[in-house]
């Protein structure tokens, strides 16, 4: 793909939950850095240190910033340090999740704790709601939030239990948030990629079953890739989707579209 390297030119974009290559925010990323973007990362822990220094070196990036979501000390210090590097950050990608292993396996009325879904709850949904408060004075006029989240908030999904209760948590707030931020020039969307082999999805099981069915019975009949995403992302980023705001945007081939399908 030929990238037009104007499309975010020159917006300061922070991207959050980059852990590896495989990251949907590793594709996020190298599609804005090609658009014209600059970036600025956070990770989870000094265990993804080396590999986001060296992403971001390699795709653009202004600074690097340790940031447990689930301490709000580490948010402020995300965004003053963004702050102080940028004044105004003009796009903010949100691509975290997390559930303990023990709540996405199995039926949900034997999998489901208190903890557990506190846990999940706040990682994937909360997560991005103290993100965009923190953030939100800071961010210009003319800006765009952009979040991840999957069909299984829509549709009962096996196995993925409390993650679905989070995303449908997360994407009322992408609604919400959009409401009241749209008066200040800021968007908030979300997109709901189909299933796509990642550190976090290769650890699930049936997750390889659950793509070949998504492959073939699916309008597109394949799979989409994180580079689609991606694509899309520079969209909802850039200037070109002005008009749209508290949208979840399906990139998954048009799998959602359809009640049910012959095998
Ligand atoms: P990934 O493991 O590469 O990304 C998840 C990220 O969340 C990691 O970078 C991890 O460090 C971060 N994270 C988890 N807990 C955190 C915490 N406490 N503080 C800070 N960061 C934390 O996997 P991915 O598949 O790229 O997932 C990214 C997003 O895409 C998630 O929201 C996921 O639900 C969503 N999504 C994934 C798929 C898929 O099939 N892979 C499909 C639809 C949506
Ligand atoms: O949101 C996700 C996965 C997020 C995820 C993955 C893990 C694996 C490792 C959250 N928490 C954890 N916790 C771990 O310990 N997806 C959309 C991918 C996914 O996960 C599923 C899916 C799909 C699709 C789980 C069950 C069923 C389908």
Aim: charged share 15%.
């Amino acid at each position: 793909m030929d990238y037009n390297s104007i499309m975010v030119e020159g917006k300061k974009i922070l991207v959050v939950g980059l852990a590896n290559k495989y990251s949907i925010a590793a594709a996020i990323s190298s599609v804005l850095h090609k658009s014209g973007a600059t970036l600025g990362f956070s990770y989870q822990n000094e265990r993804f240190e080396k590999f986001i220094n060296e992403f971001s070196n390699a795709n653009g990036g202004d600074f690097t910033q340790v940031c447990d979501l689930a301490s709000d000390a580490d948010i402020k210090k995300l965004i003053s340090t963004a702050v102080s590097k940028w004044g105004k950050i003009d796009g903010i990608v949100h691509s975290v999740g997390f559930a303990p292993a023990d709540q996405i396996s199995g039926n949900i009325e034997e999998a489901i704790t208190r903890e557990g879904f506190q846990i999940t709850h706040d990682v994937s949904s909360y997560s991005f709601s103290g993100l965009v408060k923190e953030a939100y004075p800071h961010m210009s006029e003319n800006s765009s939030v952009i979040t991840l989240t999957y069909i299984g908030s829509q549709e009962a999904t096996p196995n993925y239990n409390v993650m679905g209760m989070a995303k449908a948590s997360l994407e009322a707030s992408v609604r919400y948030f959009a409401a009241t931020l749209g008066a200040k020039g800021i968007r908030v969307n979300s997109i709901s990629a189909g299933p796509i082999k990642t550190l976090a999805a290769s650890g699930i099981k049936g997750f390889k079953s659950m793509l070949n069915k998504h492959g073939t019975n699916t309008p597109l009949a394949r799979n989409i890739t994180s580079e689609e995403v991606g694509n899309t992302a520079a969209f909802l980023l850039s200037d070109m989707s002005s008009g749209i705001t508290g949208q979840t945007i399906y990139v998954d081939g048009g799998y959602n579209i359809q009640a049910t399908s012959f095998d």
